[in-house]
Nanobody, 126 residues
Framework: QWQLAESGGGSVQAGGSLILSCSASGDTITSHCMGWFRQIPGTEREWVGNSNPNGGRTYYADSVRGRFTISQDNAGNTVYLQMNSLKFEDTAMYYC???????????????????WGRGTQVTVSS
C-alpha cells in the first residue's frame, strides 16, 4: 500500500498563486491516474483535475481550467498542482488521490480513487 502526502497549502490573497505538491511513496505515480480534489466542510468532494498514467493527458474541471495546471516529476514520484489567479471560491481542503486506470480512462469520480492523502488547506482571501 502506498502513501500520498500533500503539502504547499496556505493563505493567499485573491489573484495570487500557490503550488501544491503530492509526494508518493510505496508505488509509482506513472502507473496511476493522479487526481486532485477539493472539499469544503459540509459539501461533497469536488474533482479539480487529473493526469493520466505516464504523465499523459491532463483534464480539468471547468471552474479551474486555464488557471490550474497539473504536472509530474516522475523521478521524484511527485505530482504538482499549480494554482494561479486564485479566487475566494477556491478556498477548500485539497486532496491528492490515485487510482489504477480503467483501460485509458481515469475520470473524476472520487469513489473510483483508491488512495488518498490527508489534504492541505488552501484559503483565499478576497
Amino acid at each position: 500500500q502506498w502513501q500520498l502526502a500533500e503539502s504547499g497549502g496556505g493563505s493567499v490573497q485573491a489573484g495570487g498563486s500557490l503550488i501544491l505538491s503530492c509526494s508518493a511513496s510505496g508505488d509509482t505515480i506513472t502507473s496511476h491516474c493522479m487526481g486532485w480534489f477539493r472539499q469544503i466542510p459540509g459539501t461533497e468532494r469536488e474533482w479539480v483535475g487529473n493526469s493520466n498514467p505516464n504523465g499523459g493527458r491532463t483534464y480539468y474541471a471547468d471552474s479551474v481550467r486555464g488557471r490550474f495546471t497539473i504536472s509530474q516529476d516522475n523521478a521524484g514520484n511527485t505530482v504538482y498542482l499549480q494554482m494561479n489567479s486564485l479566487k475566494f471560491e477556491d478556498t477548500a481542503m485539497y486532496y491528492c488521490a490515485a487510482r489504477r486506470p480503467f483501460g485509458t480512462y481515469c475520470g473524476g469520480d472520487p469513489g473510483d480513487y483508491t488512495d488518498w492523502g490527508r489534504g492541505t488547506q488552501v484559503t483565499v482571501s478576497s
